[in-house]
């Protein structure tokens, strides 16, 4: 009789990842694994991030103009796609205003919709 919980020998449980912690999340303990195969035993400490901060709530700017062109092209990419609010560090009242604002600017041909 075959037991039914070994179906095939590469079953691995749910929330097991690659790096060997038994949590569900890549970022489980604050270390993550290391291929180099150094003297540290292959584990490394993560160095926190600096904190993205928004730049529109440091200077208290009320308004964003849309016909600021040089502006939001700071939050757009080559091909003309908006950041997001966590990469481009504004909050999210800024971040609304931003996306209004080339939203206009899109609307009466100063920004391309496509790069």
Known sequence: MVDDNRRNDSYEPRGGSRYGNSSGGS???GYRRSYSGGSSGGFHRRRPRTR???KFCEQKVIY???KNLQL???F???RGKMFSGHSSGNCAKHQRSVATAIKRARAIALLPYVA
């Open 27 to 29: 970022t489980g303990g």
């Open 52 to 54: 993205k901060y928004c």
């Open 64 to 66: 964003i103009d849309f």
């Open 72 to 74: 939001l092209r700071n």
């Open 76 to 78: 757009m990419n080559d």
